[in-house]
């Protein structure tokens, strides 16, 4: 599968921003999918993920009651709504696919594909 983020950009603390991945291949709707962050010089870290029906999401604390991750599987579409964001939210987003574990993973490692990232920048 080959994943696209995009909807990154420029906002204001306390501002807004909804990232969309967009996946190729026919198995997408089996697949768990997950959205990771990298801010310079740290290491890359989950912010959600959401099971392959949407029954299940996952959220790090940080982003919780702010972020919300979900999907249109008709469309191969993941989003990602960001509200109330802070300076510390900005790194570069990658959306990436889990197509072997039924658990919403947080975990870098249990992640297959990975998109090429998005850039997100909070100013305070």
């Known amino acids: 599968v080959q994943l696209q983020a995009s909807g990154g950009g420029l906002v204001q603390a306390g501002g807004s921003l909804r990232l969309s991945c967009a996946a190729s291949g026919r198995t997408f709707s089996s697949y768990t999918m997950g959205w990771f962050r990298q801010a310079p010089g740290k290491e890359r870290e989950f912010v959600a993920a959401?099971?392959?029906?949407?029954?299940?999401?996952n959220y790090a604390d940080a982003v919780k009651g702010r972020f919300a991750i979900s999907r249109d599987n008709a469309k191969n579409m993941v989003y990602l709504q960001m509200n109330g964001l802070k300076p510390e939210d900005t790194a570069v987003y990658y959306c990436?696919?889990?197509?072997?574990?039924?658990?919403?993973?947080?975990?870098?490692?249990?992640?297959?594909?990975w998109g090429q990232g998005t850039q997100v920048t909070v100013s305070s």
């Open positions: 959401i099971s392959w029906r949407g029954g299940r999401t």
């Open positions: 990436a696919a889990d197509p072997l574990r039924a658990v919403v993973s947080g975990v870098v490692s249990d992640y297959d594909y």
